[in-house]
């Protein structure tokens, strides 16, 4: 069920579960934005982003500038879905290993990017009649699930991630805004940040996850949620 009319902003479109995801939406007659950073903009992935018929804007998540510039050339148009998906990985560590610069590196990727981008861009997301803000979060942020210590770092980072979806979510509510946000674990699927590991087909969590995207109310509202929309603890 889509609309010509819609549009959807993803970020670090030009490979794995963002360049999918892009896919999938320009299949169901959405107008796509994929975002890429500048230092990527030569790369192959960049090519295939832009067959998919995605425009292409540049900005770095971690750079407050890039996206206040990407935002200023955005102009008048809605926003109806913005998906922070752009995320990173750290190889795991044992804590002896991990570096202050380690921490603070996937924390501005993972949880800062996201928030600071859904900042810029809300004034855009307030002109949708049903905006939304899409978190791609990941049961590695869980606490309670957290079995082995590893990948500390990232497991930071997306708890952090977590807190952002539920905060904004609520201040959203407070405020009286129409903007819905939530988080999304997308399943493990093989791509560059999982070295192409994971038990999880990327042509089946795709449609699910659009699927949950396109589904999602007010209710859900702050939640934290796997492909098929069922709700995760936090
Ligand atoms: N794959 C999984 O199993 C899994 C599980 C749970 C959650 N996730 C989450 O899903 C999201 C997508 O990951 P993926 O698996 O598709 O990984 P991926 O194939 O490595 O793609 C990551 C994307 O993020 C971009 N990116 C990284 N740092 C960025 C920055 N500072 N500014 C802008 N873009 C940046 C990358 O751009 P470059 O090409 O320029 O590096 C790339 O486009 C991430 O948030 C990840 O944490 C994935």
């Not at 148009?77 to 921490?103: C, F, Q, S």
Request: proline share 4%; glycine share 8%; charged share 20%.
């Amino acid at each position: 069920m889509g609309s010509a009319q819609q549009t959807v902003l993803i970020t670090g479109a030009n490979r794995g579960i963002g360049l999918s995801l892009c896919k999938e939406f320009i299949e169901r007659k959405y107008t796509v934005f994929g975002s890429v950073r500048h230092e990527s903009r030569d790369d192959p992935s960049v090519v295939e982003l832009r067959k998919t018929g995605a425009s292409v804007i540049e900005f770095d998540v971690t750079d407050e500038n890039t996206i206040a510039a990407a935002f200023d050339s955005w102009g008048d148009k809605p926003l109806d879905i913005l998906i922070n998906n752009a995320g990173a990985l750290t190889p795991h560590r044992m804590w002896y290993d991990v570096t202050a610069e380690a921490l603070i590196d996937k924390f501005r990727v993972n949880a800062m990017g996201p928030f600071i981008v859904s900042k810029i861009f809300m004034p855009a997301l307030e002109k949708s009649r049903s905006p939304k803000i899409i978190n791609i979060a990941s049961n590695s942020g869980q606490i309670a699930a957290n079995k082995d210590g590893k990948y500390m770092a990232y497991k930071v980072s997306k708890t952090a991630l977590n807190q952002v979806t539920m905060s904004l979510g609520m201040q959203m509510e407070m405020t009286k805004s129409k903007v819905i946000v939530v988080g999304i674990h997308p399943g493990w699927i093989p791509t560059k940040l999982t070295g192409m590991t994971g038990p999880d087909k990327m042509d089946v969590q795709i449609p699910k996850i659009v699927h949950t995207i396109l589904s999602i109310g007010a209710s859900q509202n702050g939640g934290f949620m796997d492909a098929e929309g069922k709700r995760m603890e936090f």
